[in-house]
């Protein structure tokens, strides 16, 4: 029955339904070919019960001050702050796009925006430069891969939700260290390849521009303060956050920079509840899909052998987690796989007695480096649209890229101190 069930999500999705389609024809399958006993009235109350999460309320929030400072002026000004005081390296300038788009990334929380707020203006800077085409467009939607670790991060949420043992919180502080080792590791490869290639840095910036830079970025770089030092310190729930970057960004880009105007306010909120749709749907019925695999048992079946191999051998746990989500993420879009994966791994992260903070990282990690990698990686036809380039132009120089993120997941696995050092502190 389950390799019939496999079968049938894979020919609808072969078919080109969305991702939605199969996850809903496979729990129906479950229900009516005895798979698993339950009516619909169990299934429908179990898609309730994956959308009422109160911390779900932070989806909408994010993705609305994320649509709305991606309009406005908060982009370019952070991307002005960076290039004044990095632009000179050698490499200074795609080191100064990874790190716009981290720091743009703690203020969305979105590759997807990430990678059209900073690729739009540094993408034409780079070529102008010198670097290639291949190049600038692999590292624009690789540096913005940044944005799901960093926090505010949708994939955490979603993570935190389905696994229900990890604070929204904790993972999200948890998210920035491995997201500013993976800055450093992208950097570091820029610097090499501008000194392979030959290319000169930038004139530097003279203190008096840098200044001017700071001031200009400084409310923007509000966003961040606000996200994480409240959640850090107590002060405020992952929910009053959000809500929170929503005035803040209004204030700034209406009121104060006046960059969106009031009317402009209706159509990204008609943007932002066209995501949040496709979202809720997807968790609603991943999460019935979950439930009707774990009563009909399947978790368990699958994974017995793999308990009874690894034992509570961490390392290899993480690795077989890391190496599933990965391929998963190639292919499916990554909440998905975070729906579908995350319940099904569950009795290897108990009997491994693996953190769930920890195992959130590096499932997250899998998500962004999904996001960019072929065949199916979201970000890459993000810059397919934005960019109108054709598909192989923009993956032919993400090898490296790839390799960089993976070789962070190792080093993550192998020191899970990075992950939990920051939480840590905040417990205490």
């Not at 950097?187 to 840098?210: D, H, L, M, N």
């Not at 979202?279 to 079946?301: E, H, K, R």
Request: glycine content about 10%; proline content about 7%.
């Amino acid at each position: 029955m389950l390799t019939w069930m496999v079968i049938l999500m894979v020919v609808l999705l072969l078919l080109g339904f969305p991702m939605m389609v199969p996850l809903l024809a496979a729990t129906l399958f479950m229900m009516f070919t005895g798979m698993t006993f339950f009516g619909p009235d169990q299934g429908v109350s179990w898609m309730f019960s994956g959308v009422e999460q109160w911390v779900l309320a932070a989806v909408p929030m994010f993705i609305f001050a994320a649509d709305i400072m991606t309009k406005g002026h908060t982009a370019n000004r952070l991307l002005d702050l960076v290039s004044a005081f990095a632009g000179h390296l050698r490499g200074g300038l795609p080191i100064t796009t990874a790190a716009s788009c981290t720091l743009f990334g703690a203020v969305s929380g979105s590759t997807q925006a990430t990678v059209v707020a900073m690729g739009g203006p540094m993408r034409p800077r780079l070529l102008k430069k010198g670097y290639s085409d291949n190049f600038s467009l692999a590292l624009i939607i690789n540096a913005s891969d940044i944005a799901l670790l960093i926090p505010p991060s949708i994939g955490m949420i979603v993570y935190g939700v389905i696994a229900r043992g990890a604070s929204i919180g904790d993972l999200f502080i948890a998210g920035i260290l491995p997201g500013l080792m993976i800055l450093v590791m992208i950097s570091a490869y820029c610097y090499v390849y501008s000194r392979i290639a030959g290319i000169e840095p930038e004139e530097r910036t003279p203190w008096r521009g840098r200044l001017t830079a700071l001031r200009g970025a400084i409310l923007p770089l509000g966003f961040p303060i606000i996200v994480v030092g409240g959640i850090y310190t107590g002060t405020f729930s992952p929910v009053d956050a959000s809500a929170m970057a929503v005035l803040y960004a209004f204030i700034l880009e209406v009121v104060i920079y006046r960059k969106v105007s009031l009317k402009d306010i209706g159509s990204i909120a008609l943007s932002t509840g066209m995501i949040t749709a496709v979202v809720f749907i997807l968790v609603a019925i991943g999460y019935a899909f979950s439930q009707a695999l774990s009563t009909a048992g399947v978790p368990q079946q699958i994974l017995t052998p793999i308990v009874q191999t690894f034992g509570d051998n961490q390392y290899a746990a993480l690795a077989l987690i890391a190496v599933a989500f990965f391929i998963g993420c190639m292919f499916v879009d990554p909440i998905v796989v975070i729906l579908i994966l995350t319940p099904l791994f569950q009795p290897l992260v108990q009997a491994a007695g693996l953190d769930p903070v920890h195992v959130g990282v590096i499932v997250t990690l899998q998500a962004a480096i999904g996001s960019a990698t072929p065949p199916f990686g979201c970000d890459i036809f993000t810059a397919m649209a934005v960019f109108r380039r054709p598909y192989f132009d923009v993956i032919r120089g993400t090898p490296p890229f790839i390799f960089i993120l993976l070789l962070a997941t190792v080093i993550l696995i192998m020191f899970p101190q990075i992950s939990l050092w920051l939480p840590s502190m905040g417990a205490q």
